[in-house]
Nanobody, 120 residues
Framework: QVQLVESGGGLVQPGGSLRLSCAASGSIFTIDAMRWYRQPPGKQRELVAVIDRGGSTNVADSVKDRFAISRDSAKKTSYLQMNSLKPEDSGVYYC??????????????WGQGTQVTVSS
C-alpha cells in the first residue's frame, strides 16, 4: 500500500509564504499525475494545482501567479509553493497521486492533509 506523507503546513501571516511537500513511500507504480487540493472550513474540497507525467502544470485561477507546483520525480515527491498568502487560502491541504500500471490500470492515493492558517 502506498502512503503519502504531507508536511509544511502551519500558521502564517497574510502576505507570507509556505511550501508544502508530499512524499510517497511503499510500492508504487508510475506516477501519472500529482495534484494538490484544499478544503476551506465548511466548504467543498477544490483542486488547486496539477503536474502531469510530462511536467506540464496547471494552477487554479484563484491562486494563479501566487502558487506553483513542482516535483522531484526520483524522490516521488511533489511540492506546493504558496506565496502572497491570503486569509481565504486557509484550510486543509491534501496531496493526491494518480498512479498507473504498465497495463493502464489507474490507482488513486491521498495524503491525510496538512492545516494551513493565514491570519494576522
Amino acid at each position: 500500500q502506498v502512503q503519502l506523507v504531507e508536511s509544511g503546513g502551519g500558521l502564517v501571516q497574510p502576505g507570507g509564504s509556505l511550501r508544502l511537500s508530499c512524499a510517497a513511500s511503499g510500492s508504487i507504480f508510475t506516477i501519472d499525475a500529482m495534484r494538490w487540493y484544499r478544503q476551506p472550513p465548511g466548504k467543498q474540497r477544490e483542486l488547486v494545482a496539477v503536474i502531469d507525467r510530462g511536467g506540464s502544470t496547471n494552477v487554479a485561477d484563484s491562486v494563479k501567479d501566487r502558487f506553483a507546483i513542482s516535483r522531484d520525480s526520483a524522490k516521488k515527491t511533489s511540492y506546493l509553493q504558496m506565496n502572497s498568502l491570503k486569509p481565504e487560502d486557509s484550510g486543509v491541504y491534501y496531496c493526491h497521486y494518480r498512479l498507473v500500471t504498465a497495463t493502464n490500470v489507474f490507482y488513486n492515493y491521498w495524503g491525510q492533509g496538512t492545516q494551513v492558517t493565514v491570519s494576522s
